[in-house]
């Protein structure tokens, strides 16, 4: 089965949104950031991002469909929270009017609803959307990286994702991730199964078709990690990194796009390791999973079992996720089974 279609669509909803964000980025209001009841960081840009994705795929496949997303209305329908709703759906009439293939203008209440299709559990049955409107917010808000994370699942399985990374440098990430002035940004990962990753400029030049790194000697290897000590161990993965025998330092930066530029060779791990009692969410790896396998990455948690995404909104994953390519893989899995059992508390 092809999801040429789907594919497409995916691929203008995720630019759509990513000049969005870039839009408020460069000009990012106090009053554009709320905190969400779980005190993580939610902005305009958020809401935004996930309201034009809801349309766009809504007008390119012109048929119901399934979406699992990260954000809700709930808290913009309360009390004071008009001129906020107000802003987002400005922002969206904005990137439709600029971009011109659809002559709508929305009102508060299509955003409000748009915003909230992306309701569905998932599951292992039919096609579902998987949407993090944005992924990094605490990168959003530095300036540093983020990413706009597309993916659909057919039968609990990832068949396509789409990754915007609008402040990822075209070339490669030589100076750690940070924003360099010198250096192009913003790029597009695509992948559709048994079809090769591509990357091209976000400003929709043409495509070019990535490969993971093909390092098998863990010494010339560097990984990624989150930049956010709260979201990953670094103690645990400097202990891992060192058995393994990497030299270079962690590379740590912020959201999806550790998939992305693992995809196309940037660097050859990616290890995360949330602390205990986190939860992983499937839109926080759908898209990312796809670029990186397609390119001939593998990525498995802790105990080497693929990740699935038929279980609803969450993955049910053994302690961490680990990524690298299939040379290194059995190396890296056996840094890891030594590292936990070494920082397991003694019973
Ligand atoms: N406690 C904890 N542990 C692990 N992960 C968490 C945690 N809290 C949040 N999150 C999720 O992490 C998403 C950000 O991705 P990263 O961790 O790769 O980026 S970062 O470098 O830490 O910013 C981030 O995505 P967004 O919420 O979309 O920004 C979260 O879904
Ligand atoms: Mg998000």
């Known amino acids: 089965m092809s999801y040429h279609k789907e594919l497409a669509a995916a691929k203008k909803a995720a630019s759509l949104a990513a000049r969005l964000c870039q839009n408020v980025q460069k000009a990012l209001l106090q009053s554009d950031v709320q905190s969400k009841t779980d005190k993580t960081p939610v902005t305009v840009a958020d809401?935004?991002?996930?309201?034009?994705?809801?349309f766009v795929l809504q007008q390119e496949l012109r048929a119901e469909f399934s979406l699992v997303a990260e954000e809700d209305s709930k808290d913009l329908r309360k009390d004071g929270a008009q001129e906020i709703v107000e802003r987002i759906t400005k922002l969206v009439n904005y990137s439709l009017t600029t971009d011109g293939s659809y002559n709508v203008t929305l009102s508060t209440e299509d955003v409000l609803k748009a915003i909230d299709s992306g309701r569905s559990e998932g599951g292992s049955q039919g096609q579902h959307w998987v949407l993090d409107p944005i992924d990094g917010t605490k990168g959003f808000l530095r300036g540093d990286q983020y990413a706009i994370a597309?993916?659909?699942?057919?039968g609990g399985k990832v068949v396509l994702g789409v990754l915007a990374c609008p402040n990822l440098p075209l070339t490669s990430l030589e100076d750690a991730g940070q924003h360099s002035p010198n250096n192009e940004v913003g790029c597009l990962f695509f992948a559709e199964v048994g079809g090769g990753t591509y990357m091209q400029p976000l400003d929709g030049s043409s495509a070019v078709k990535v490969q993971v790194s093909a390092?098998?000697?863990?010494?010339?290897?560097?990984f990624f990690e989150s930049y956010e000590a709260a979201h990953s161990m670094h103690d645990l993965t400097s202990l891992i990194a060192q058995k393994l025998g990497v030299k270079a330092p962690?590379?740590?930066?912020?959201?999806?796009?550790?998939?992305?530029?693992?995809?196309?060779?940037?660097?050859?791990?990616?290890?995360?390791?949330?602390h205990k009692g986190y939860r992983e969410k499937i839109w926080d790896h759908a898209a990312g999973c796809i670029v990186v396998t397609e390119a001939g990455g593998v990525v498995t948690d802790a105990a080497g079992q693929p990740l699935d995404f038929s279980k609803g909104k969450h993955l049910d994953v053994d302690t961490g996720?680990?990524?690298?390519?299939?040379?290194?893989?059995?190396?890296?899995?056996n840094a890891v089974k030594e590292s936990l059992k070494e920082k397991a508390p003694s019973s």
């Not at 809401?47 to 809801?54: D, N, R, V």
């Not at 597309?150 to 057919?154: E, G, S, T, V, Y």
């Not at 990524?323 to 190396?331: I, S, W, Y």
């Open 250 to 274: 962690p590379v740590r930066i912020d959201s999806q796009a550790k998939y992305g530029a693992l995809s196309r060779g940037d660097g050859a791990i990616y290890l995360r390791f949330p």
């Open 150 to 154: 597309l993916a659909l699942l057919d």
């Open 321 to 333: 996720i680990i990524v690298t390519n299939q040379k290194l893989m059995p190396l890296l899995l």
């Open 47 to 54: 809401y935004g991002s996930q309201a034009l994705i809801s």
């Open 215 to 222: 390092v098998e000697n863990p010494e010339e290897a560097s």
